[in-house]
């Protein structure tokens, strides 16, 4: 009688400890170290300016803090896993953004299905990671969309017919992305192959050997930048002269510091460029993000940028901290205007459908070169 009346004692404090709080936290489960830090990096820096410009939330007429956690993934599957573990049990968190990577978000989305913890993640595009989950959601794309509008985007605008592809076999992402195109491609009646390798390779000589020996149209890498940007040169000094394109893994300066003069002329799909108004919250966070950063606004940012504002759009809609309210909030959401692009979830589901821009290396610099629209 004595353990029982304690127990409540303890619950109904927690209770009015968890109304009564002054914080909301959001956390934040990023690569912001390892392989691809890139992405974790610039997915920070968008999630910290939009708290900055939008620091609290009204809850019954009351504004209260919200406070961004973040947890280092490492560019790991486990230590993601690790990530949303440490966010939920110990930051009490009622939210989580990322990762930015697909293999890394499978490995917590599943925690977060189970733990029913919204997980809004900004990047990561493998249909897997939403694939039946309903706390799971998106401010990108899915890669079954990118892959046909790669596959439009190539053989409409590139006049390609037979397609090289590079695949990493060690990345979900990229197997995925890879298969999506093909099945998109043979649709226009375009023919393909594919060469392979694995994460951390430096010399792709035998693949790109054994490639141009088919003479291909183009080249496809639906990878990440480091891998995209030594293809790209090896390719290159091999004597491949047609155009290279790739997926929303080359999405990251360290594309260019790489890859030089061997990546002007790269497309690639992707979600934002500042010059490419997709609503009209656009303008506004790339002069915000401009005066922060003093740099250009990227897509990882401007979509991570977009998680958090979601995320709070329903906290306030669901005028609750409870993350099944949120959740619910969430799944609701309607025509928001997003910086790159409105977000609408279709009943059912945590996918936005959206467009994909089209940026192209010139001179040194990701240049806005088209929009391409889904096929409806």
């Known amino acids: 009688m004595k353990k029982t009346f304690v127990f409540v004692f303890l619950v109904v404090i927690m209770t009015f400890t968890l109304f009564g709080q002054e914080v909301i936290k959001i ?6 170290t390892g392989p691809v830090s890139g992405y974790g990096q610039m997915s920070r820096d968008g999630v910290m300016l939009a708290n900055k410009l939008k620091p609290t939330v009204n809850i019954g007429g009351k504004e209260i803090k919200v406070e961004v956690v973040a947890v280092d993934n490492k560019s790991d599957k486990a230590e993601s896993a690790n990530a ?23 490995a917590a989305a599943s925690i977060a299905e189970e733990r029913q913890i919204p997980m809004v993640v900004n990047t ?3 249909p897997l990671v939403a694939q039946n989950k309903k706390y799971v959601f998106r401010t990108c794309f899915e890669d079954t969309l990118q892959g046909a509008l790669l596959a439009t985007f190539a053989w409409e605008e590139l006049g390609a017919q037979n397609v090289a592809i590079m695949v990493d076999v060690a990345q979900d992402y990229v197997v995925g992305l890879a298969n999506y195109f093909e099945k998109a491609f043979e649709q226009f009646g375009g023919t393909y192959f594919t060469e392979f390798y694995t994460t951390g390779d430096q010399d792709f000589t035998a693949q790109l050997t054994d490639a141009l ?32 394109f790739a997926g929303d893994g080359a999405d990251a300066p360290e594309l260019i510091q790489i890859g030089g003069e061997y990546v002007e002329g790269l497309s690639y799909t992707t979600y934002f460029h500042e010059d490419a108004e997709l609503s009209a919250a656009t303008k506004p966070f790339v002069e915000a993000y401009q005066e922060e950063y003093n740099r250009r606004a990227d897509a990882f940012g401007a979509l991570a940028y977009d998680a958090y504002m979601v995320i709070v759009n329903a906290i306030e809609s669901a005028q609750s901290t409870d993350p099944v309210k949120i959740r619910d909030a969430l799944a609701q959401t309607r ?9 609408t979830y279709p009943q059912g589901s945590g996918n936005p459908i959206k467009p ?16 391409i629209k889904p096929r409806m």
């Open 124 to 126: 990561a595009t493998n």
């Open 27 to 32: 956390g934040m489960n990023f690569e912001l």
């Open 335 to 343: 025509d928001f205007p997003g910086v790159a692009g409105t977000i």
């Open 84 to 106: 949303i573990r440490r966010l939920i049990d110990h930051e009490k968190v009622v939210a989580v953004i990322g990762p930015a990577t697909s293999s890394a978000a499978l």
């Open 213 to 244: 020996s088919k003479n291909p149209d183009a080249i496809f890498m639906p990878g990440y930048y480091a891998e995209i940007a030594l293809i790209s040169k090896q390719a290159r000094d091999l004597g491949f002269t047609g155009p290279m």
């Open 356 to 371: 994909a821009v089209i940026n192209m290396v010139e001179n040194g610099q990701f240049v806005f070169r088209t929009v």
